[in-house]
């Protein structure tokens, strides 16, 4: 036993750190999220295997594959939800945010960012409530409300402040890219410059990233030399070789050759813009190539080459307008995956749900009661069961036709189902066979439980059957037992219990009601004066 407890705690711990801490790896991360969920698996604990496919739905989104991460996050939501787990369905939601982010669907994605800070409690990691709340800044700020995400982006900075965590350098990143997106140069350089001394005072090194990040902002104020500092600085440490995006190094050099343009060194902005196409061209990178055009034509505008800049400028627009289609196409493709998903996970629920459904009478069938009444029988003290007979039903099939038989069950399942509904809503209504049904009225006393059961023979009874019958009355009884009546109760000796006291109920005259009060006392039961049908 030992030894499976520290099996499943190591295997937690390592999927602790693929969630909370942050990789550059994110194909490496995935075998080793595949790995843990095989040993899950054989483990036989469900949380894990549910919390490593969620990371390896994230670790497919970071690697571009957008579709297929929709497509394995939906099991994993619905196991969170199933199982009430709260900060899995935190993470969840947080992931979904990511896809309509891609999808660029501002409003889902602050929906869902949303949700995933509604969700944390004490349980959740202090890198959740950091990284949560500067995911909704990034969200508030994607859906033009930049004023609430900052408010959002100074709460995560506190907290990270205070607990002295590794993610603050990476969301004030995040922090000084949306001032500076937005329009705000003035706070994107005091976040940016706080970026850079809290570096300084850790001894840490920013992330080559976030150095570009910074000589964006250099840039956008005017400050070219040192933009032109910071991106060498930036393209150093990327060669040490601890980062592994493959569009990276691509991108730093074009960062370089805008502020080695705005420096007027037109000759060395054109030989890395240079080293930057090939690059592209080399990978593949097409939305990237796409900004090397657009700068190229910048850097011909700025030394007074007109012709040559428009030109440029064709070059680009085509290539905008190309991949504006492809990233269209992709996002459609992605849709289309998420809607396939779910359609098929919501047909799948409609199938299970027909499956426990009595076809004619739409009331829940045996194989319901069976796979839910033993939960009750478990769980629930004060539960009771009772067995609804049609009194002389065979009288109406005999003497008026199968198929007025089949209306009067349809009516006589619609007033069950009424009935319980308005007395007991977490109850139900089944039919398990003929004319025979089964009533469940959780947490509910005998004596209330009684009166619920005897108002709705009561409303069987006094129901117009009129234009289904022509007079013949339809009546039902009823047998009932409770849960802690019964010594060790099971779903079998409920049902036989109450089976014995419908027999008392329908030998005593119909149309009553019996109980364990009734049946010790001769089986008078619940009855109108009246002789039953």
Not at 98 to 125: C, F, N, P, R
Not at 130 to 142: G, N
Not at 509 to 526: K, L
């Amino acid at each position: 036993m030992d030894e499976l407890v520290n099996s499943i705690e190591a295997l937690s711990a390592a999927l602790l750190k693929i969630e909370d801490e942050r990789s550059w790896n994110a194909a490496a991360e995935l075998q080793n999220a595949l790995a843990i969920e095989q040993a899950a698996l054989a483990l036989g604990d469900e949380s894990l295997v549910a919390r490593a496919q969620l990371c390896q739905a994230n670790m497919l989104l970071r690697s571009g594959d957008v579709a297929a991460a929709s497509a394995q996050i939906w099991q994993v939501h619905q196991w969170a939800l199933s199982h009430d787990d709260r900060r899995l369905m935190a993470r969840t939601h947080l992931v979904w945010s990511y896809i309509h982010q891609h999808l660029s669907d501002a409003e889902q994605a602050l929906e869902q960012a949303v949700l995933a800070v509604e969700l944390l409690d004490g349980d959740s990691t202090t890198h959740m409530h950091i990284w949560h709340r500067t995911k909704l800044a990034d969200a508030l700020w994607a859906a033009g409300s930049m004023d609430a995400a900052r408010i959002r982006y100074q709460q995560a900075e506190q907290l990270a402040v205070e607990t002295g965590s590794p993610a603050l350098l990476c969301l004030l990143n995040n922090y000084a890219y949306t001032e500076f997106d937005t329009g705000n140069q003035k706070r994107a350089e005091e976040v940016a410059d706080r970026l850079l001394r809290l570096a300084d005072e850790r001894g840490e090194k920013l992330e080559p990233a976030y150095l570009d990040t910074v000589g964006w902002i250099q840039i956008g104020n005017g400050r070219y030399a040192d933009a032109e500092a910071t991106m060498r600085q930036c393209i150093e440490r990327h060669e040490e070789g601890r980062y592994d995006a493959a569009d990276a190094l691509a991108m730093y050099l074009l960062t370089l050759a805008r502020a080695q343009r705005g420096l007027g060194a037109y000759a060395r902005a054109q030989s890395t813009l240079d080293a930057s196409r090939g690059m592209c061209l080399e990978r593949d990178l097409g939305d990237l190539l796409v900004r090397v055009h657009q700068e190229q034509a910048e850097l011909h505008a700025a030394q007074g080459a007109f012709e040559e800049a428009f030109e440029a400028h064709k070059v680009f627009f085509s290539a905008y307008q190309s991949r504006h289609s492809l990233q269209r196409e992709a996002r459609t493709r992605t849709r289309q995956a998420m809607f396939e998903t779910d359609e098929a996970r919501q047909e799948a629920q409609r199938f299970r749900e027909q499956a426990r459904r009595d076809q004619l009478t739409g009331l829940h069938n045996r194989r319901f009661v069976d796979e839910r009444l033993p939960e009750l029988i478990q769980s629930d003290p004060a539960l009771t069961v009772a067995l609804v007979d049609l009194d002389h039903f065979k009288q109406v099939n005999d003497r008026l036709s199968h198929s007025v038989g089949d209306q009067v069950l349809v009516a006589v399942a619609d007033l069950l189902a009424r009935g319980v509904a308005a007395a007991c809503p977490d109850g139900f209504a089944a039919r398990i066979g003929g004319e025979e049904f089964l009533i469940v009225l959780p947490s509910t006393n005998p004596r209330r439980a009684r009166t619920i059961l005897d108002t709705i023979r009561r409303s069987v009874r006094a129901h117009d059957w009129g234009p289904i019958t022509h007079g013949l009355p339809v009546t039902v009884s009823i047998g009932v037992a409770v849960s802690d009546e019964v010594p060790a109760p099971t779903q079998p000796t409920l049902l036989s219990t109450a089976d014995s006291r419908l027999y008392a109920a329908k030998h005593a005259g119909r149309d009553r009601v019996v109980s364990a009060t009734d049946h010790r006392g001769g089986a008078r039961g619940h009855a109108e004066h009246a002789s039953a049908a």
